[in-house]
């Protein structure tokens, strides 16, 4: 990343009473952002906008990220890129414990989005995705991808990739 860090958000034009609010509208890069089988491309930007409001215990956080997410479908292994939009509403404390863990802490006269926006988004990436409902998968003979071609064998469908392998020993 490089020196100026786009999520490291002011909070000097925030006033300290109850309910008073800052809209914020950042974008930058969050590097290594994955699960197993979706991930943010290198290079996607993060996408963060909502305002910062003040609370008794620091400022609360509301808005959405949005990011460019790829991923490898689990039938067919083919991948698709598509924007995703996640909801955020997080606490940043100013009396922060780092062990409680749930909430991030006010630096100073910043907030920094970068943990908050990286949690907020690995936790929505897909565990298990499907290029679509109807997926065919891959035959479990050849391999073929039955969404573009039928090759003639019987089965296909939510195949785990080792059975061809297993079928291949046979
Ligand atoms: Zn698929
Ligand atoms: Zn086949």
Not at 42 to 47: D, F
Request: with cysteine; proline share 5%; hydrophobic share 35%.
């Amino acid at each position: 990343m490089g020196a100026a860090n786009p999520f490291k958000v002011s909070v000097t034009r925030l006033s300290k009473t109850p309910g008073s609010v800052l809209q914020v509208d950042v974008e930058g890069e969050i590097p290594e952002m994955f699960v197993s089988s979706a991930w943010v491309p290198e290079g996607a930007t993060v996408h963060a906008k909502g305002q910062l409001e003040a609370v008794h215990s620091g400022i609360l956080f509301s808005g959405t990220a949005t990011v460019e997410v790829t991923s490898e479908c689990r039938r067919c292994l083919g991948r698709t890129t598509a924007p995703m939009q996640v909801e955020i509403r997080e606490l940043f404390e100013s009396d922060f414990k780092e062990e409680e863990g749930d909430t991030y802490p006010v630096e100073g006269d910043f907030v920094d989005f970068t943990e908050m926006l990286r949690d907020a988004v690995v936790l929505a990436l897909p565990a298990a995705p499907l290029c679509s409902e109807e997926c065919k998968g891959l035959c479990q003979v050849c391999g073929a991808n039955l969404n573009e071609t039928d090759c003639g064998h019987r089965g296909g469908g939510d195949i785990d990739p080792r059975f061809r392998i297993l079928d291949q020993l046979r």
